[in-house]
């Protein structure tokens, strides 16, 4: 870290705490070697976040330290800063500890299912005022209107998975699996409303 004498610290917080970009930059640079050390320690290399990630993280977490910090009669800044940087960087690995236990609780829970269970399977159904036979062929004709991903993420939830297990399992966002589930609810209710009308 660059030496800086106590009276030149305050200056530079005081001016960042204001809003001075370049106060704020100087002293992110000041602590920049602290913040690489806590990626190093904290192992996130090639794991959680890249390195100008775990910058940004760093940078807010500034911002918020600045936000919060009552003047050295409560402690030094540094020191303050250091336990903020070490926290977030603890909640980043929980984090990414818990997607980790999350896929694989997913994985397995797809994996149990057998082979031949699909979306289209009819044996557990038993039809209601409608043949079998009537049945199956607009269940067909439901899983043919679904696109390749629509039909994983109906396939999904037809054996009890979330949404959000789903946006894990297939590593996308948990928006993209709620369109997709909405439009499977929106094109089975539409071939379901056809074949009541006929």
């Not at 050390?37 to 911002?63: A, I, P, S, T």
């Not at 600045?66 to 409560?74: E, F, P, Q, S």
Request: hydrophobic share 35%; with cysteine.
């Amino acid at each position: 870290m660059n030496y800086w004498s106590r009276e030149e610290e305050d200056v530079v917080i005081t001016a960042a705490i204001a809003g001075d970009e370049l106060a704020f930059d100087s002293l992110f640079q000041r602590y920049l070697p602290l913040v690489n050390k806590w990626f190093r320690e904290l192992n996130f290399k090639g794991r959680l976040l890249e390195r100008d990630d775990w910058h940004q993280e760093c940078r807010m977490v500034l911002m918020t330290t600045l936000k919060r910090y009552r003047g050295r009669t409560v402690g030094e800044f540094a020191t303050y800063y250091r336990l903020n940087v070490r926290n977030r960087g603890f909640d980043l690995r929980r984090r990414q500890q818990a997607q980790k236990r999350l896929h694989e609780e997913v994985s397995e829970s797809i994996e149990a299912q057998s082979a031949d269970s699909h979306v289209c399977n009819l044996s557990s159904i038993e039809p209601d005022g409608l043949t079998r036979l009537e049945l199956q062929d607009r269940l067909v004709y439901l899983c043919d209107q679904f696109s390749e991903f629509e039909q994983q993420v109906w396939w999904g939830l037809s054996i009890g998975l979330t949404i959000e297990h789903i946006a894990v399992h297939f590593q996308c966002s948990y928006t993209k699996v709620r369109n997709a589930a909405n439009r499977c609810h929106g094109k089975a209710v539409t071939v379901l409303l056809a074949s009541g009308a006929n």
